[in-house]
């Protein structure tokens, strides 16, 4: 069992920074690949990024890329989503999620924390 807390979010201007962190519990963190998704308001829930249980693949969606990075640090059960030159379009609830693989769809992820939310301002 993994139980997942995300924290972060908040409001922030165009072109500002974030930095959101997914903490787990549970022994066997690294055996877990993590994603980040986010749901926009009226919108279906989409994947943003992904990343091994060991931190040597990721992935990223390409409207994201060059701007968010993902990572992971093991030895705190914690992975990072760093979100750069936010748009007003990236405003939405962020979600990690833990899973088996590192994949963009959802239903490959079994643990899922409760969001935090992230406002972009124009």
């Known amino acids: 069992q993994v139980q997942l807390v995300e924290s972060g979010g908040g409001l922030v201007q165009a072109g500002g920074s974030l930095r959101l962190s997914c903490e787990a519990s549970g022994r066997t963190f690294n055996a877990y690949a993590v994603g980040w998704f986010r749901q926009a308001p009226g919108k279906e829930r989409e994947f943003v990024a992904t990343?091994?249980?060991?931190?040597?693949?990721?992935y990223y969606r390409d409207s994201v890329k060059g701007r968010l990075t993902i990572s992971r640090d093991n030895a705190k059960n914690t992975v990072y989503l760093q979100m750069n030159s936010l748009k007003p379009e990236d405003t939405a609830v962020y979600y990690c999620?833990?899973?088996?693989?590192?994949?963009?769809?959802?239903?490959?992820?079994?643990?899922w924390g409760q969001g935090t939310p992230v406002t972009v301002s124009s």
């Open positions: 990343i091994s249980g060991s931190g040597g693949y990721t």
């Open positions: 999620a833990a899973g088996p693989l590192a994949l963009t769809t959802m239903n490959t992820y079994k643990y």
